[in-house]
């Protein structure tokens, strides 16, 4: 069994994909790379095919019709023979120095017959263009460099979340717990991160600066206008969040807490997103969106909608929408977030 299985989902991503891969070889035979063709029309299932020729006993290439990003994912934890499994996307790539520490934390846990649940590190965002380069931390919370649980961490900070980028799940509990991403549908992400914490008892987290979150092209789903374009997408997401965690059986306080805040803000930025396209068919939806959450949970939408947060997304009329876009853009420039 190798230590860690990394996916990498590709699509048409010959132009920087080598990068990510190259940056994840130093991990030698302890890592097995999944690359992913998402059914990719350019040369992208080439350069998969070249690098498993190169290192066979590292590399293997999967190739697929295309699904989605979320497929994608699926078919690397179908696949994987690694005791953890991380995704990498084929945009970004990883820190080697912290690559090496997050190995030798995982390869000491396996010496040591122990093993945790989810391994959390440290991601920058790569943001092109920026002077300073926001780094999402998590050592004012979590303790360090020891197996952990949600009784041993303080309270998450607003603005602070833990996201695919900064967290290595053991791969027999995404199997366990039945994950399986939606095809064709973006933003899947916020559900690989938060419909498995449940499942999760332990922990480990190492204060590395590990994940390089690329973001500056212009075709990128995270940019705002894509966002809008693609709501319907973030939509879905959120309401697979609210449908599948049924926050009211969590009985651990502090995970309960973490994953009301991190449902949280996937609302307020679909709510966000939603008055910031300005259409009426978009403030249409916001309705109906905050009608499925209470209808499907009327404690959960009392909680959302009276918030700090929601409070602010709910400011009637075009007025209370100006305010809520301010918030919204100053959240922005302090966050760091994009």
Same mark, same amino acid.
């Given at each position: ?51 498993? =020729?190169?290192?066979?006993?590292? +590399? ?19 696949? =994987? ?14 820190? *080697?120095? $912290? ?5 030798? =934390? ?13 391994? /959390? ?57 039945? &994950? #399986? ?13 938060? *419909?498995?914490?449940?499942? +999760? ?21 995270? #940019? ?6 693609? *709501?319907?997408?973030? /939509? ?5 969040? +609210?449908?599948? +965690? ?7 306080? #502090? ?7 991190? &449902? ?54 075009? $007025?209370?929408?100006? *305010?809520?876009?301010? =918030? ?11």
């Amino acid at each position: 069994m190798k230590l860690l299985t990394v996916a990498i989902p590709c699509y048409n991503s010959q132009d920087y994909m080598r990068y990510c891969i190259e940056s994840l070889l130093p991990g030698g035979e302890d890592v097995e790379l999944l690359i992913v063709n998402d059914g990719s029309s350019d040369g992208t299932a080439a350069i998969a095919d070249e690098y498993e =020729a190169k290192y066979p006993t590292i +590399v293997k290439a999967i190739h697929q019709e295309n699904g989605g990003h979320g497929e994608a994912v699926n078919t690397g934890i179908r696949n =994987a023979s690694g005791k953890y499994f991380k995704v990498v996307d084929s945009d970004d790539w990883v820190d *080697i120095r $912290a690559y090496m520490k997050v190995l030798g =934390a995982l390869r000491g846990l396996t010496e040591r017959r122990q093993q945790t649940d989810m391994l /959390i590190s440290n991601f920058v965002y790569e943001k092109e263009g920026a002077s300073y380069k926001k780094v999402m931390k998590y050592n004012n919370v979590l303790p360090e460099d020891v197996l952990f649980s949600w009784e041993d961490i303080r309270l998450f900070r607003k603005g602070q979340y833990l996201m695919m980028h900064s967290i290595t799940y053991r791969t027999g509990l995404l199997r366990d717990c039945g &994950l #399986q991403l939606p095809k064709h549908t973006f933003y899947v992400d916020n559900l690989f991160v938060y *419909i498995p914490l449940r499942f +999760v008892q332990s922990m480990y987290y190492v204060n590395a600066d590990f994940y390089r979150y690329f973001i500056g092209r212009d075709d990128q789903s995270v #940019q705002e206008r894509i966002m809008i374009k693609r *709501i319907d997408q973030q /939509i879905k997401v959120n309401k697979l969040m +609210v449908e599948q +965690v049924d926050l009211s059986l969590i009985h651990n306080a #502090q995970l309960r807490h973490y994953m009301f805040r991190h &449902l949280e803000i996937v609302t307020v930025i679909s709510t966000i997103l939603l008055i910031r396209s300005g259409s009426a068919e978009n403030l249409r939806k916001k309705k109906e969106l905050w009608k499925f959450i209470r209808n499907k949970d009327a404690k959960l939408h009392r909680h959302l909608r009276f918030g700090v947060l929601g409070g602010l997304t709910s400011l009637p009329g075009r $007025a209370g929408r100006s *305010i809520s876009v301010g =918030a919204y853009k100053l959240s922005q420039r302090l966050v760091g977030f994009n």
